[in-house]
């Protein structure tokens, strides 16, 4: 197992690289980028919700360029009519524009190495700080929802697979299906209509995790408050959860029940109960158990961006979405950077819950 791990671990690299090579490439030609914004919040035609300047940071140098020079040239940026050689020069440079794509590229990635993600364009605070102060807010919400699913998808499968074809099995399907087909970014909005002063009832805050007085708060109450600002993003990101964890759970109980283990301990006379959590649980729940990893990261990227945003939560999610918004390029790649190598990191943790749980798997002897 050690052989493989190294492995994995050594695929790591030109995965990730690859990785970055792709999303470095596909940003490049995708208009707007941050020179345009500059240029835009320069000739007063910027949106406002897409150049906020955050504590000063680059924003602070637009003072200090100045616009004397109207005369019109050909120019490859939009909307930079008026605007001299001499000032585009000047916030190219400003940016890191000025240098080649493949140069700048092998830069970042040397500085990668080193977790060195420079300073955010846009905000007056080095990226890194910037991830590290969003990262609780996202893993928290993430740990809590795959948490909560398996708490319910599990025993909720088991349910289902002992009385299969039943009218609980039929009904319980039809409402998850259903939970399912509800996109969470939907059912986050008829939640803040409903339970967060939108049109009903004001019983939930619309936005932040905790209290602007939280730190004044003891121990229980910060929990309360906590959990309290919590419900409304959990029930977001739970409702179309537990499809897919409840409907495997209950297809691997069904396969492992038909197996002829299961019935020689039948017939040896054990109870119905010894027979399903004593030997069918544990290899029913290889698959969902060591899929833990998988799930968190599923649930990180594809729910936690809505819901941040919605609920304004400050997390890595939301940091990302005002990132792309903005052009906001080294805060856009140290996101991305840090969610694949996250995902690719659980990835290997998953196989290694497969081996824990199942020693009778071996990783090594499949490769060979």
């Not at 360029?65 to 005369?71: A, K, T």
């Not at 025993?155 to 299906?177: H, V």
């Not at 803040?192 to 019983?203: D, K």
């Not at 932040?208 to 600002?229: A, M, P, Q, T």
Request: a negative charge.
């Amino acid at each position: 197992m050690t052989a493989y791990i190294i492995r994995r671990l050594l695929l790591v690299i030109p995965t990730l690289l690859g990785i970055m090579l792709i999303n470095f490439a596909v940003i490049q030609i995708v208009p707007g980028g941050p020179v345009e914004q500059m240029i835009a919040q320069m000739t007063g035609t910027a949106v406002e919700s897409t150049a906020r300047f955050s504590g000063g940071g680059e924003g602070e140098n637009l003072n200090s360029i100045s616009i004397s020079d109207s005369s019109n040239f050909d120019s490859k940026y939009r909307g930079a009519q008026g605007l001299g050689p001499d000032i585009i020069k000047e916030i190219e440079e400003m940016y890191g524009m000025n240098r080649p794509a493949h140069i700048r590229f092998f830069g970042m990635l040397k500085d990668y190495l080193t977790f060195d993600f420079g300073e955010s364009f846009f905000r007056d605070q080095k990226v890194i700080s910037l991830v590290l102060d969003k990262m609780p807010v996202s893993i928290s919400l993430g740990l809590w929802t795959t948490l909560l699913v398996y708490l319910v998808s599990i025993p909720l499968g088991i349910r289902k697979a002992i009385r299969d074809g039943s009218q609980f099995d039929i009904t319980s399907s039809t409402i998850i299906t259903i939970g399912y087909a509800i996109p969470n970014f939907l059912f986050a909005v008829i939640l803040i209509v409903f339970f967060a002063g939108g049109r009903y009832y004001n019983i939930f805050p619309l936005r932040g995790l905790v209290s602007e007085n939280f730190d004044e708060l003891n121990i229980l109450l910060k929990i309360k408050d906590y959990f309290w600002h919590l419900t409304l993003p959990l029930l977001a990101m739970l409702v179309s959860g537990f499809a897919g964890l409840t409907f495997l759970t209950k297809n691997s109980f069904l396969d492992q029940i038909s197996q002829q283990y299961v019935m020689t301990a039948r017939a040896k006379g054990l109870s119905e109960n010894k027979v399903l959590y004593g030997h069918v649980f544990r290899n029913a729940m290889l698959i969902v158990i060591a899929g833990f990893p998988s799930s968190f990261i599923g649930i990180l990227f594809s729910s936690s961006l809505f819901i941040e945003v919605i609920f304004s939560l400050d997390g890595l999610g939301l940091l990302g979405y005002e990132a792309a918004l903005t052009r906001d390029y080294p805060v856009i790649f140290a996101t991305l950077y840090f969610f694949s190598l996250l995902g690719l990191i659980m990835g290997i943790l998953g196989d290694i819950m497969y081996s824990i749980i199942d020693p009778r798997i071996d990783f090594e002897s499949r490769d060979n």
